[in-house]
Structure formats: structure tokens, C-alpha cells
């Protein structure tokens, strides 16, 4: 087995008096995409949060390739490569589509130049083109942001995550208000990113889950319930459970299990 | 072809050569008194548009620019008057104390946004009031600081003073056109996109590795700056410095000028300023409730053109200019066979 991409050990949060994530101790090997499913509530976003440094651990440890990452700061997170998407999305409204890719683009750069005109840098915008034809938004290049539907947005941010070249990339619900066709695209997207890049991706769709993913770990009330590959989770008998008070998700298990 | 650039381009053109005739074309049709409130104009412009740096580009409310102002005066007011340094000196000296003091209330007051920030900022600039108002051996008190005029000094060859009026506007003229200059390189560049990244979503900015707190600094740092600079021109236009202009009526004025001009456009600040100053000298003449004028016009500008008044200009010609591109190419497709 390789090295733990992303290792958690004894991680807890709390929010008041409800644990929302319960030492909660991963372990996701690289060269692989995880899919982290379980009902509303389960701790899935906290725990990304958690990662990527919007939340404090109450206690536990987070180790990104063996360095311990536990308490830096998001833009710290951010610069040693892990890049996240949010469940509900979260873009720049106000700056076009390409310049929201541009900035992210730049973020990432040590020293940003105080004077040099931003539409001086070719480099930049040739990877701002590129990647919006990846992800088929060239046409919406010049709009603000903020006036895209729910469906370019995730699109949008998913472009922001692959122009920031992550080593790991945690994507939280990315398909979730895509219409069928965005939807193929973004899966598409994903697995072609899997090849390169480590993945992490909360989904509640479990056709996606049951398509893309190499490994599922089952989270319920803040700790794993069950992991294991594709096969293995959709005959867990606790799963099934789990999923019982919802039964649309049922049928998703149903239909993965005899597709 | 007149797209929205080229039309800006003229009209920055003409407005820097109006800028350049005031002192000869003012007193021919108006008076030569209206030649200083020009020139008084250009420094609150630069007031104005250090609040519309931080409100406008990097989505921080300060309501306490007004202390920045006041550290630039009084750095060139204790410099020519107890210090006896000569021009270059003194007026060096306002913008490092502004800077200096801008960095040190920054640390703290970036760390909070919104409602806190702008109170934070204001509490600053009122602690500084009182301490300016209660050491009168340094400030002067409420009577403020008056000073002589700062000696001759020579740029180039070129002597100069404030006492030849031409001189002194030109002067205010050049200082204030580089500090919009700067700032408009400033807001192309890199670092600019970065402040208005984090105006936009400032979690979002740190989840793609901005350092939102350390940039927010810097441009507390710039906003400090431009106040600075404004500051000690205005000390050197009037010859003196008081502890009133640290008061925080000062800041929340720049703030209506900005707002009303048009925050997180350059040139918003100019126009805000602008309106209300003449607003101010046409009206306070003849009426002494002039405020209400103020009040009313503010309250207008802001439910009618919330993108303030440059804001709105930007918004029509866009508008007009995608007319007209709709219209040429229908014109083309009909001449089509
Ligand atoms: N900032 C917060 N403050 C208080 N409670 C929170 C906060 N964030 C999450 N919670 C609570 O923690 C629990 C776990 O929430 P979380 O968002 O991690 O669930 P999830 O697994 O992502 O659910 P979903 O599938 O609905 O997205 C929920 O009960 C939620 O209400
Ligand atoms: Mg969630």
C-alpha cells in the first residue's frame, strides 16, 4: 500500500453540546479516489473543513503526505496543495468567470506585483483559456460570476480547483443542482483528474459514488460506520441501514447494486 | 470606433487639461478663489479615495481615515514648526508617521470586518483625537499648530514655493495625479485582483491560498498612505494643523464622497468630492443648514445609483455601447444577400 495521502487520527469537533466529528481516525492510501458518503448531519463538510482549515480540531491530528497539517490556516492548507470545493458554492460573484480563474491561478504565487498590469501576464491567461474549454465554459468567459446558473457555478469551481494544480483535491457534493448533461460532464472531469491528481469526494448522488469511486468510507454521527471498496459497501448490511430513514437514497444502493 | 475605453481615454484627456488650465481659465470665468477650492478639491479627493481603496477594493467600512489625515498634518506641522526641518523633510515626515501609524492600528484592526472593523477604526481615530486635543506643548491643542510658510525649496533646478499660488496648486495638481496614478496600477495589478477577490468572498480567497489578513494590511497600509499624503498637502495649503481634522465627522464625510462618487471605481472619490465641496461653497453661503442638502443628495445617489454616481456612468455606457454593437450587426445581416 502507498503512503496515506491524507491521514487523520483521533480527529474531534464539537459544536456545543453535539459531536459532530467523533475521533474520527482515517487512513486514505494515494492513487486512489475516496468517496465519503452517509446521511444529512453525518460530519462529511466538518470533516473537510477540518482538513482544510476553516474549523479548529477540538483534539486529533491531521497528516497531509506525513506532515502533520493539524491547526495552519486555510491559505496555508492551500499552498501545500490541497484545494477544495464547497458544498455550497463558493466563487468570487462580482469577477468574470475568467478572472475568477485567473486570481486563483495567482493565489497561489509567493509574491504578488503590486504594479505590473494582472493582462500583462500571457502565461496566466493561456491556462485561464485552457482550462475553461476543459470545462466548456468559454463561451461565459466575461460574465460576472455571479450571474451564472447553479450549474456553471460547480463547473466554475471545479475549474478553480484544476488551475490551482492540487496535489489533493476535496470535492464536497460537486455534482449536487447539475443538470443530467452537467452532470456526465463533472463526472467525466473527475475521473480524468483522478488519474493524476489524489482525490477526495463527498456525494450524496450514488450512481455517481458507484461509478467514479475506488474506495467508500461510509461516515454516520461524526465516525466511520464502514469502508471498503464499491462492492463491499453496497452489501453492508449497516449501510443499508443507515440509509434507511431515506428511502430515495435506498433506492440509489438498489439501483448501483443491479446496475 | 467610440467603445466605452476609448470614450474614458478622451475624457480623462480633458479633464487633465481643464486640470492644468484652472489657474489661468478659473479667474477669467469665475474668480480666483475658486482656483484654491480646486486645489482644496484634489486633496480631499485623495482623502476620499484612500477610504475607497479599503471600502471599494477590499471590502472594509474604515470610519477613521481621518487620524491618517491627521498624523500627515501634524508630521509636517511639528516638522517645520518645532523641528524646523525644511520642505521635503516635513513633508517626508507626515507620510512615514501616517504609515507608521496606519501599520500599527492595522495589526490589530484587520483582524476583525465589518460592523467591528469600522468601529474599531474609529475608536482608534478617537483615542488619538483626545490625546492630540490634551498635549497641547506638541499639538497645539484645539488652536491646532500654525506655522510659517515652509522654506523655498528646489526641485531640479527649479525653485518653488507655496507663497506663489500657481506654484502651490500645480504642485497639489502633480502630488495628487501620481498618487491616483499608483493606485491605478495598483488596482490592474496582481495584488489588486487579490483585494477584490477578498471583497468578494474572503473564505473562498483563503481556500485558494490568499494570506486575506496579511493583504488586508497592506492595503490598510496603502489606504494610510494616500490619507498621509493628503494630510500633509493639506497642512502645507493651509499653513497649519489641528487635532478637529482627526475627528471622526472628517472620516465619515470622505465616506459619503466615496460612496456617492462610486466605490471601486478610481476616479468614484473625485466626483464625490467634488459634488459635495461645491455643493458646500455654492450653498453654505446663502443658507446655513446646507447639511440637509448634503443628506438628501447622499440618500438619492445611494437608493437610486447603489454603485454610486460613476458606478451609474459606467452602467449606461455599457448599455449604450451594447446597443450599438446590436445595431451594427443587425445592419450587416440585412445588407447580407
Ligand atoms: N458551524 C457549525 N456550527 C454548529 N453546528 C454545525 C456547524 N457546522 C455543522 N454543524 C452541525 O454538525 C453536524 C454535521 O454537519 P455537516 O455539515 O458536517 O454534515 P454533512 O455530513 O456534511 O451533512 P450533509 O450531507 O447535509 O451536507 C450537523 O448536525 C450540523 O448541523
Ligand atoms: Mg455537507
Same mark, same amino acid.
Not at chain 1, 502533520?68 to 469577477?95: A, C, N, Y
Not at chain 2, 498624523?71 to 511639528?78: H, L, R
Not at chain 2, 473564505?203 to 493628503?230: D, E, K, P, S, T
Given at each position: 500500500?502507498?503512503?496515506?495521502?491524507?491521514?487523520?487520527?483521533?480527529?474531534?469537533? !464539537?459544536?456545543?453540546?453535539?459531536?459532530?466529528?467523533?475521533?474520527?481516525?482515517?487512513?486514505?492510501?494515494?492513487?486512489?479516489?475516496?468517496?465519503?458518503?452517509?446521511?444529512?448531519?453525518?460530519?462529511?463538510?466538518?470533516?473537510?473543513?477540518?482538513?482544510?482549515?476553516?474549523?479548529?480540531?477540538?483534539?486529533?491530528?491531521?497528516?497531509?503526505?506525513?506532515?502533520?497539517?493539524?491547526?495552519?490556516?486555510?491559505?496555508?492548507?492551500?499552498?501545500?496543495?490541497?484545494?477544495?470545493?464547497?458544498?455550497?458554492?463558493? %466563487?468570487?460573484?462580482?469577477?468574470?468567470?475568467?478572472?475568477?480563474?485567473? %486570481?486563483?491561478?495567482?493565489?497561489?504565487?509567493?509574491?504578488?506585483?503590486?504594479?505590473?498590469?494582472?493582462?500583462?501576464d500571457l502565461e496566466t491567461r493561456e491556462r485561464v483559456e485552457h482550462t475553461l474549454?476543459?470545462?466548456?465554459?468559454?463561451?461565459?468567459?466575461?460574465?460576472?460570476?455571479?450571474?451564472?446558473?447553479?450549474?456553471?457555478?460547480?463547473?466554475?469551481?471545479?475549474?478553480?480547483?484544476?488551475?490551482?494544480?492540487?496535489?489533493?483535491l476535496l470535492l464536497d457534493e460537486p455534482t449536487c443542482g447539475m443538470s443530467p448533461?452537467?452532470?456526465?460532464?463533472?463526472?467525466?472531469?473527475?475521473?480524468?483528474?483522478?488519474?493524476?491528481?489524489?482525490?477526495?469526494?463527498?456525494?450524496?448522488?450514488?450512481?455517481?459514488?458507484?461509478?467514479?469511486?475506488?474506495?467508500?468510507?461510509?461516515?454516520?454521527?461524526?465516525?466511520?460506520?464502514?469502508?471498503?471498496?464499491?462492492?463491499?459497501?453496497?452489501?453492508?448490511?449497516?449501510?443499508?441501514?443507515?440509509?434507511?430513514? !431515506?428511502?430515495?437514497?435506498?433506492?440509489?444502493?438498489?439501483?448501483?447494486?443491479?446496475? | 470606433?467610440?467603445?466605452?475605453?476609448?470614450?474614458?481615454?478622451?475624457?480623462?484627456?480633458?479633464?487633465?487639461?481643464?486640470?492644468?488650465?484652472?489657474?489661468?481659465?478659473?479667474?477669467?470665468?469665475?474668480?480666483?478663489?475658486?482656483?484654491?477650492?480646486?486645489?482644496?478639491?484634489?486633496?480631499?479627493?485623495?482623502?476620499?479615495?484612500?477610504?475607497?481603496?479599503?471600502?471599494?477594493?477590499?471590502?472594509?467600512?474604515?470610519?477613521?481615515?481621518?487620524?491618517?489625515?491627521?498624523?500627515?498634518?501634524?508630521?509636517?506641522?511639528?516638522?517645520?514648526?518645532?523641528?524646523?526641518?525644511?520642505?521635503?523633510?516635513?513633508?517626508?515626515?507626515?507620510?512615514?508617521?501616517?504609515?507608521?501609524?496606519?501599520?500599527?492600528?492595522?495589526?490589530?484592526?484587520?483582524?476583525?470586518?465589518?460592523?467591528?472593523?469600522?468601529?474599531?477604526?474609529?475608536?482608534?481615530?478617537?483615542?488619538?483625537?483626545?490625546?492630540?486635543?490634551?498635549?497641547k506643548p506638541l499639538t497645539g491643542g484645539d488652536d491646532g499648530i500654525n506655522f510659517?510658510?515652509?522654506?523655498?525649496?528646489?526641485?531640479?533646478?527649479?525653485?518653488?514655493?507655496?507663497?506663489?499660488?500657481?506654484?502651490?496648486?500645480?504642485?497639489?495638481?502633480?502630488?495628487?495625479?501620481?498618487?491616483?496614478?499608483?493606485?491605478?496600477?495598483?488596482?490592474?495589478?496582481?495584488?489588486?485582483? &487579490?483585494?477584490?477577490?477578498?471583497?468578494?468572498?474572503?473564505?473562498?480567497?483563503?481556500?485558494?491560498?490568499?494570506?486575506?489578513?496579511?493583504?488586508?494590511?497592506? &492595503?490598510?497600509?496603502?489606504?494610510?498612505?494616500?490619507?498621509?499624503?493628503?494630510? &500633509?498637502?493639506?497642512?502645507?495649503?493651509?499653513?497649519?494643523?489641528?487635532?478637529?481634522?482627526?475627528?471622526?465627522?472628517?472620516?465619515?464625510?470622505?465616506?459619503?464622497?466615496?460612496?456617492?462618487?462610486?466605490?471601486?471605481?478610481?476616479?468614484?472619490?473625485?466626483?464625490?468630492?467634488?459634488?459635495?465641496?461645491?455643493?458646500?461653497?455654492?450653498?453654505?453661503?446663502?443658507?446655513?443648514?446646507?447639511?440637509?442638502?448634503?443628506?438628501?443628495?447622499?440618500?438619492?445617489?445611494?437608493?437610486?445609483?447603489?454603485?454610486?454616481?460613476?458606478?451609474?456612468?459606467?452602467?449606461?455606457?455599457?448599455?449604450?455601447?451594447?446597443?450599438?454593437?446590436?445595431?451594427?450587426?443587425?445592419?450587416?445581416?440585412?445588407?447580407?444577400?
Open positions: 500500500m502507498t503512503e496515506a495521502v491524507l491521514r487523520t487520527e483521533n480527529l474531534t469537533k !464539537r459544536f456545543g453540546g453535539l459531536t459532530a466529528v467523533d475521533n474520527l481516525s482515517l487512513n486514505l492510501p494515494g492513487r486512489r479516489l475516496h468517496a465519503i458518503i452517509g446521511p444529512n448531519g453525518a460530519g462529511k463538510t466538518t470533516f473537510f473543513n477540518l482538513v482544510s482549515g476553516l474549523l479548529a480540531a477540538d483534539s486529533g491530528r491531521v497528516f497531509f503526505q506525513g506532515r502533520d497539517i493539524t491547526g495552519l490556516k486555510p491559505h496555508e492548507v492551500s499552498r501545500l496543495g490541497i484545494k477544495r470545493t464547497m458544498q455550497i458554492k463558493s %466563487v468570487f460573484p462580482q469577477l468574470s468567470v475568467a478572472e475568477n480563474l485567473w %486570481v486563483t491561478r495567482h493565489a497561489t504565487k509567493r509574491v504578488l506585483h503590486p504594479f505590473r498590469a494582472a493582462s500583462s474549454e476543459q470545462i466548456g465554459l468559454t463561451a461565459l468567459a466575461q460574465r460576472p460570476a455571479g450571474t451564472l446558473s447553479y450549474g456553471d457555478v460547480a463547473l466554475l469551481e471545479i475549474g478553480m480547483a484544476v488551475i490551482s494544480e492540487p496535489r489533493l448533461a452537467e452532470t456526465e460532464r463533472a463526472v467525466a472531469k473527475i475521473k480524468q483528474l483522478a488519474r493524476t491528481i489524489d482525490i477526495v469526494i463527498i456525494e450524496h448522488d450514488m450512481s455517481v459514488v458507484f461509478e467514479i469511486a475506488d474506495d467508500i468510507t461510509v461516515m454516520a454521527q461524526g465516525g466511520i460506520l464502514a469502508s471498503g471498496n464499491p462492492d463491499e459497501i453496497s452489501g453492508d448490511e449497516r449501510v443499508r441501514e443507515a440509509y434507511l430513514g !431515506r428511502p430515495e437514497d435506498e433506492d440509489y444502493v438498489e439501483e448501483a447494486i443491479h446496475a | 470606433m467610440m467603445t466605452p475605453a476609448v470614450i474614458a481615454r478622451v475624457m480623462l484627456i480633458a479633464f487633465g487639461a481643464f486640470l492644468v488650465a484652472v489657474p489661468w481659465l478659473i479667474p477669467v470665468i469665475l474668480n480666483k478663489f475658486w482656483v484654491s477650492v480646486i486645489a482644496e478639491i484634489m486633496i480631499w479627493s485623495l482623502f476620499a479615495a484612500s477610504v475607497n481603496l479599503l471600502f471599494g477594493y477590499i471590502g472594509l467600512l474604515s470610519f477613521g481615515q481621518a487620524l491618517y489625515f491627521g498624523f500627515g498634518m501634524y508630521g509636517v506641522a511639528i516638522g517645520v514648526a518645532t523641528l524646523g526641518l525644511s520642505f521635503w523633510p516635513a513633508f517626508g515626515l507626515g507620510i512615514v508617521a501616517s504609515i507608521a501609524i496606519a501599520l500599527v492600528s492595522g495589526i490589530f484592526a484587520v483582524r476583525l470586518t465589518w460592523h467591528y472593523f469600522a468601529i474599531i477604526t474609529v475608536v482608534f481615530s478617537l483615542i488619538f483625537y483626545f490625546f492630540a486635543v490634551s498635549v510659517a510658510l515652509p522654506p523655498t525649496f528646489s526641485i531640479g533646478g527649479v525653485t518653488g514655493s507655496f507663497s506663489d499660488a500657481n506654484f502651490q496648486y500645480f504642485f497639489i495638481l502633480a502630488t495628487v495625479a501620481l498618487c491616483f496614478f499608483l493606485m491605478h496600477r495598483v488596482i490592474r495589478s496582481p495584488l489588486g485582483k &487579490a483585494f477584490v477577490a477578498i471583497r468578494d468572498n474572503d473564505v473562498r480567497a483563503a481556500l485558494i491560498g490568499l494570506n486575506v489578513y496579511q493583504l488586508r494590511l497592506i &492595503a490598510f497600509v496603502m489606504a494610510g498612505f494616500l490619507a498621509g499624503v493628503a494630510g &500633509a498637502l493639506f497642512a502645507f495649503f493651509g499653513r497649519y494643523a489641528s487635532a478637529s481634522y482627526m475627528f471622526y465627522h472628517v472620516s465619515g464625510e470622505a465616506v459619503v464622497w466615496a460612496i456617492v462618487g462610486g466605490a471601486g471605481t478610481l476616479f468614484g472619490p473625485v466626483v464625490g468630492t467634488t459634488l459635495f465641496i461645491v455643493i458646500r461653497e455654492i450653498v453654505s453661503t446663502h443658507w446655513e443648514h446646507h447639511a440637509f442638502i448634503v443628506g438628501a443628495v447622499a440618500i438619492l445617489v445611494v437608493i437610486f445609483a447603489p454603485k454610486g454616481l460613476v458606478g451609474l456612468w459606467n452602467a449606461e455606457l455599457a448599455r449604450w455601447s451594447e446597443r450599438t454593437n446590436d445595431a451594427s450587426v443587425k445592419t450587416k445581416l440585412r445588407t447580407e444577400p
